[in-house]
Structures are given as C-alpha cells and as structure tokens.
C-alpha cells in the first residue's frame, strides 16, 4: 500500500506551485490525490500496463505544469493528459484495446474483492464482468473513453468536451455510442439470466 | 417495437440525469409493458453498475517515490535536450549564414575581382600624377628661391628703389604667369576689367 495523505490536505494551487518548485513532497501529494483515479481510468481503457501507463502520465502532468492554470481545476488538465496517452498508447499496440483481467494474477484479485457468498450470484458477477470486458475490449477506444469518464469517474459533459477537445453534442453523441454498443454486448447476457 | 425508439432517447436522458419527472413516469409505465425495453435498460445498467464497480489494482508500494524521482530526472533530461537544441539551432544558424557568404562569394567572384583591378589601377594612376605634381612643385621652388636670393642679392648691395620696383613687379608677374597661366595684366590689374 503507497502512501496516504494524512492531516488537513493543503491548498491544491500551493500543492502547485511548491511542486513546480521542485518540491518532491508536494508533487508527491497530488500524485497520491489522484493515483486511485488515474489508475482505474488507465485499467479500464488499457487493462494490462495501467501502472506503467498512470506513472507516465504523472511524468508528463510534471513536465507540464508549468503550463497550467492554477485558477483552473486540475482533473480535466489531468485526464486530458491521461486520456491521450492511452490513446497513444493503443495506436502504437495497433489494436483498440487490450482485454481487461486476463491473467489469472487479476482474476484472482477480482475474487478476492468480491464477497457474494452465494455461488450462483458469484458465478452471475463473474459472467458479467466477463460480459463487461469483452464489450469494452470491442468498443473504440473514443467510445470508451467518454463512457468511463462520465459513468466512472463522475466528470461532467463540458469537462469531457474540454479534455477531448470535443462540442458538448459530439461527446454526448459519444457516450450514448458506447451505452448502445454494452447494451447490445450484455442483451445475450441478461435474457439467459432473466433479466 | 415501432414507438420503443422514443423511450430509448428516454432512457439515454434517464442515464444522464436530464430527464423530468414526467418523461420518468412515461418511461416506467413504458418498460412495465415493454419486456425489451426493460431488458435493453437493465443490461446498460447493470453494465455500468459493474464497469464502475469493477476492482482497479492497486498501485505499487513504491509507485508515487518512483514517479516522483523519475519525473524530476525526465525533467533534467528535458532541461538539458532544451539546452542543447538551443546550441544546435545557433550553430545551424551560423553554418546556414557561412554557407550564404560563400556561396555569394562565389556567386559574386568576377564582379569583385574586376572591381578590385579597376581599384588598383586607378590608385595607380593616382600615384604617378601625385609623384609628378611632386616634381613640378620642387622645380617651382627651386626656381623661386633662385629669383629670391638674386633680388635680396640686388636689394642688398644696390639699395636702388628702381631695381626693387622692377625685381618686385617681374616676381608678380612670374607668380601670376605659373598661377593662372594667362597674361600678366590681369595681375596688374587685379583681374578686373
């Protein structure tokens, strides 16, 4: 387990300004601020490599500070970055995505988190997670994008346009894209389980 | 089946919290009777339920101390790269400069060769002309200071107001001659009419 803020979390533009500095502390902080995000983002459009990938894009958030503009929020400046190196990232590997779990170390701390002690319900959340997984791994990664920002990560539509560089309609056109493309994925699931 | 695509727009509006209170109600009503609709609504919200519930891995111990130092080395890497694309781009621009100067030296090779000849010559040219106006001067004075130790020799030993009149008017009119190279009245006249 990496290391929490503990105490009162000081002003995130003094976080700034201190890590622009050259302060590892402060820099440190805003790293521990957003690493639960940025890494769930990165394993939800990458799967394997999100580690690699959300430490990367804590380098370029470095790099690029300097740029940015303290009276602005700093997530959408953060998943902007997060969101084109992914997409980097999946155009070098040539394929839309790489399926999400699929080594048996990832399986078994899926296990691990769950506690249905009913078998079947258990066998039912592991179907459709499976389910989940093969239609995020078949949806285009400018589908999945907006869909893991908006329904995971809670980022509003004018902040997803803003990192997209998108109009508000198009990543609205976007997300209802890729709802369509998992509801079609899971129908088969839901009738065998009956809805 | 036909009239369901309008509650599909209803339950995207559902999805991102716009829709009223009396859309939801007609939608409700809607999937009550509609077993597919009700089953498309039901697989895009347990798939979101389980995309957002889904177990991310936890970062390594060690994954904010690495980033931090790897970020502070790459922005020393950067630092330097910076550097020394700025000495590259001045050194480009200094062989991009050298390269114009020769090649319109090159270019321009005739024009100055003919230019520094004609430079040559002219200042050579200058130089005879300067010696023999040289010349010209000395034998002047030469003669001048013959004519002056006569007169001074005929004022001396004379003493005559006649001779010093006449010696006086021939060294006017000597002057007057090598001076103006015209006739010696204008002298005596003061080149007035």
Known sequence: MATQITGPIPDLSELIKRACAGDGDAFGMIINLYRQRI???????????????????FIKFYLALDRFDISKPISPFLFRIAHNHCLDILKKKGIRTKSLNTDAEDEQEI????????????????ELRGAVNRALS??????RSPLIMWHVEGISYKEIAEIMVLPIGTVKARIH?????????????????GG | MTGCNEYKELMHKL??????????????????LCSNCAGELKAIESGLDMLTAMPVPEPGAEFTSETIKKAFMAKKALAR???TASWCMSALIGIISLSIIAGCSLVFQPVMEWALLKAVQVLSQLSILLTALNKTVSVINSIL??????????????CNPGLIFLASLLVMVFLNVISRGKSPGILLTGGKK
């Open chain 2, 15 to 32: 999805l991102d919290r716009e829709i009223s209170p009396r859309e939801r109600a007609r939608l409700e009503q809607h999937i009550s």
């Open chain 1, 138 to 143: 078949e949806m285009s990664a400018l589908y």
């Open chain 2, 81 to 83: 790269r910076q550097k």
């Open chain 2, 145 to 158: 200071w013959t004519l002056g130790s006569v007169i001074y020799k005929i004022v001396c030993s004379e």
């Open chain 1, 177 to 193: 894209r890729g709802r369509n493309i998992l509801q079609q994925k899971l129908m088969s699931f839901v009738n065998t389980n």
């Open chain 1, 111 to 126: 296990r691990i988190a769950d506690d249905g002690p009913n078998p079947e319900e258990f066998m039912q959340k592991a």
């Open chain 1, 39 to 57: 890494m769930g983002y990165c394993y939800k459009m990458l799967g394997a490599g999100a580690e690699d990938a959300a430490q990367e894009i």
